[in-house]
DNA sequence: CTTGTCGGGTGTACGGCGTACACCCATCCT
DNA sequence: AGGATGGGTGTACGCCGTACACCCGACAAG
């Protein structure tokens, strides 16, 4: 009976996967910021120090979070162009950061901070090296290639304007006039950009289509690179 | 005379740009994560609370140190076309991030997190943003054009192979041949790279050659566009 | 059946962080 | 002379990551 009394009252025994599933939903729901070894424990009805019998410490559990979310990256699409496999690729890897917002930051994090990169990024990188080389391009233009896409290799695109309406009106905003005098062109592109909006959806801009204009005008820049030998 | 010795044995009174530069200097020593409210105190003589007397708190004086160095960029070039005009104001705010490493990550943790931007940030843009309004781009393809260059409007270029010489040799690294036969195409690609710079200069790759790269490659391709009208 | 080892969960504690709050004192205006 | 005020102080709280000693249940060897 003990053994039954057990399984109802006691959590499942600790693992390193679950341990990093926990951590990872908790990120997706509070933010980088909300993630502390005291509450993932807490979500696992343990005690903190438990954890550290399953991963070294916290940079090794962020380590382990980017593994798994990058893993959820699209494999590569077979018999297609390096064009769209590197953009099907590329807009997988987004819809991932957008599924885990934190992802993008620690993954950045990581990699300023010369820690090794972590084996699921290491294999990313490496099959969006081969696709490149297989659809035709030069050892050296593919180095450059990889430095264009930049953290875009990601799928990263910082929003620089990240959609300000819906925001409460903060209260020591400049008033719209002298906004307007102090960053004229922001102003225009602002109001531009919100008319044009309009007459289609919500305001803001579509930042899917930003994305992809961003993503598909360097492509066609490689791709004329490439061409040209 | 106790004017006098206060003046000596007494720190100069504090500033909320006395403030800002300490914590700029400390972050540019220690990184982000050496920059605490206690250790910016300690470098000024004072007690930690004293700041809060002129930053509202550590947010405000992140923001007040953003607009300091992003002060640091150069004013645009007069009377050149847009490209140089833009190739330059970049290639200013790349040397900004490189004199202030920190500089990068926080203000995308800032953009990301939200808060408005800060004034220097706002000027930044809106000039940026004028220049290409000066050079002929339509209203629309600005907005695309400061989405296309995105994050690296701010000079940015996250090196993914932050340059792996140098390094002393990670005790559980994979052997060589393995790492070759799991990341093939990363191996060929650092193997090429290391051959081709060797003859060169040092080993790894020219970061400035490859951000200049990147750099050129998505301003040509702006300028199709906009000729393209 | 005993005994010893050991892996994994626990408890306590330390040093660091940001910052709320009460205080105190020098200065200056009246 | 006196009261207000602005800037530096001290104490304290609640977070954080994690070192270290502990303890207990399961399982292997005798």
């Known amino acids: 009976m003990s053994g039954q009394a057990d399984t109802l009252h006691r959590r499942a025994p600790l693992s390193r996967q679950r341990i990093l599933s926990a951590a990872v939903a908790l990120a997706d729901a509070g933010g980088a ?19 550290y019998k399953h991963v070294a410490n916290k940079d090794e559990l962020l380590d382990g979070m980017i593994d798994l979310v ?52 290491l294999a990313y990188l490496d099959s969006m090296i081969g696709i490149l080389r297989a659809g035709g391009f030069p050892v050296e233009l593919v180095h450059h290639a990889m430095h264009v896409m930049g953290s875009r290799v990601l799928g990263f695109s910082q929003e620089l304007f990240e959609d300000a309406s819906g925001r409460e009106p903060d209260p020591d ?57």
Chains 1, 2 share one sequence.
């Open 70 to 121: 990058v893993a959820e990256i699209d494999p590569p699409a077979v018999g297609a162009d390096w064009k769209s496999a590197v953009r099907l690729r590329v807009l997988s890897a987004r819809r991932m950061l957008l599924r885990h917002p934190w992802a993008a930051g620690v993954i950045e994090a990581r990699l300023k901070a010369r820690t090794a990169p972590t084996p699921a990024v």
């Open 173 to 229: 905003a400049l008033p719209p006039e002298e906004m307007a005098a102090r960053y004229p062109h922001i102003t225009e592109l602002a109001m531009a950009v919100a008319h044009d909006r309009e007459s289609v959806v919500g305001p803001g801009c579509d930042d899917q289509f930003e994305f992809e204009f961003a993503l598909d005008l360097t492509l066609d820049g490689l791709e004329r690179l490439r061409s040209a030998s």
């Open 33 to 51: 910021d909300a993630l502390s070894m005291r509450k993932i424990a807490q979500g696992l009805g343990v005690v903190p120090m438990a954890l």
